[in-house]
């Protein structure tokens, strides 16, 4: 335990230090200015304790707690050993978690008081961390799906987020593969290079279900329901078009239009080889705004 413990001491104190310096950095290219630090960060302070300021030897101690339960279930040393080794790097990796944002909020601090989070994305990102780039979320870390990997940027209040994340900006430095597993398809892909707005074309898939295939004008067709209620830009689109006829309560608790909006596949395949009229057809179902 003595070494383990060295082990997580040394890694906290590179991480506060790392941390330091990666804010500091982030947050004087963002104001512009070398702004003096309030008050002077010592990485050191961060050693040997928690975020929630116990002492890290006993968190650790936990793991022994879980081997002892495993052997007093009567099973085998190995699988007590195995589960110990779980909870220690569980709980390694927790403390060194929270010793990055310790730090990281410290420095933000001493720079500018007044800050707080921005979403910044950790590449490969999937289309709604894509869309949220850029975006602040006050104090408070932003919630994260399963698997999420995006990070919190310290900015200081009133400073334009988008020098951080951009979702354009990372979209358009993408080839077609990559741009086509970010936005769902190869038919998004091109649409989005069209013109198509990217907000629209992730928020297809927002609702699970929302995407679906039906046999209608005679194909098959590919459509989504999102955007077709009384406040969707796409509704209002397709109704000026002639796509679409009245609003109907089809269960749920919005109503909706009587006809699918389709997605940029079935448009293109419509469209053929035209490359006007698709462009038209997207206008019309609400992708180009």
Known sequence: MPDMLAMLDAAQLATARDATRATA??????????????????????????????????????????????????????????????????????ALADT???????????????????????????????????????????ERHPQCDCIAEWTPNGIDTSMLASPSEYLDSLDEQQLARALGSHANARAYRDGA????LINAYRRKGAVGTAQQYGRTIKYTTEGTTKRGAAAWRMLRAGYAKEYVKQGGRYTKLDRPRLMPETIYQIAGGDQERAKTLLRNYGWIL
């Open 100 to 142: 990055y944002r310790g730090a990281a909020e410290s420095t933000a601090r001493s720079i500018r008081y007044n800050c707080g989070f921005v979403r910044a994305l950790n590449p490969p990102s999937c289309g709604r961390c894509i869309l949220l780039a850029g975006q602040p979320c006050g104090r408070a870390p932003f």
């Open 197 to 200: 707005d990217i907000n629209q």
């Open 25 to 94: 950095a982030s947050m004087r290219k963002q104001i512009g200015t070398l702004t003096p630090e309030a008050w002077q960060i010592d990485p050191r302070q961060w050693v040997g304790v928690n975020g929630n300021g116990m002492p890290t030897w006993q968190t650790l101690a936990g793991a022994v707690i879980k081997g002892r339960q495993a052997v007093h279930e009567g099973l085998p040393t190995t699988i007590a050993l195995e589960r110990m080794g779980i909870t220690l790097v569980i709980r390694s990796r927790t």
